[in-house]
């Protein structure tokens, strides 16, 4: 089994700042690739930005130049760094990874992020 936690949200202006960041435990070695989605309240959760299989990285349309996912100095460990938060941005936000032999998904708890001045 994969435990993620997310930290790092909050509420912020719009144009302000948030680093979320995502801690996996556990049985990491099944992990394949990690990714971040979010829920606004009456829509369905969204990929916003995640890692392929090959290494590279993916965004929403909606984030692009925005947002930047990172991974940690350990395996582990993935950020997603936002900027220019808008409030179309207030979701809650959460940490999905992959299983790579069965493809399993693991989520996080999520995190609220709120963009209102």
């Known amino acids: 089994q994969v435990q993620l936690v997310e930290s790092g949200g909050g509420l912020v202006q719009p144009g302000g700042s948030l680093r979320l960041s995502c801690a996996a435990s556990?049985?990491?070695?099944?992990?394949?690739?990690m990714g971040w989605y979010r829920q606004a309240p009456g829509k369905q959760r969204e990929l916003v930005a995640g890692f392929t299989s090959g290494g590279m990285t993916d965004y929403a349309d909606s984030v692009k130049g925005r947002f930047t996912i990172a991974r940690g100095n350990t395996v582990n460990t993935v950020y997603l760094q936002m900027n220019s938060l808008k409030p179309a941005d207030t979701a809650v936000y959460y940490c999905?990874?992959?299983?790579?032999?069965?493809?399993?998904?693991?989520w996080g708890q999520g995190t609220q992020v709120t963009v209102s001045s």
């Open positions: 999905r990874a992959t299983d790579r032999t069965s493809g399993q998904i693991y």
């Open positions: 556990g049985s990491i070695f099944r992990i394949n690739v």
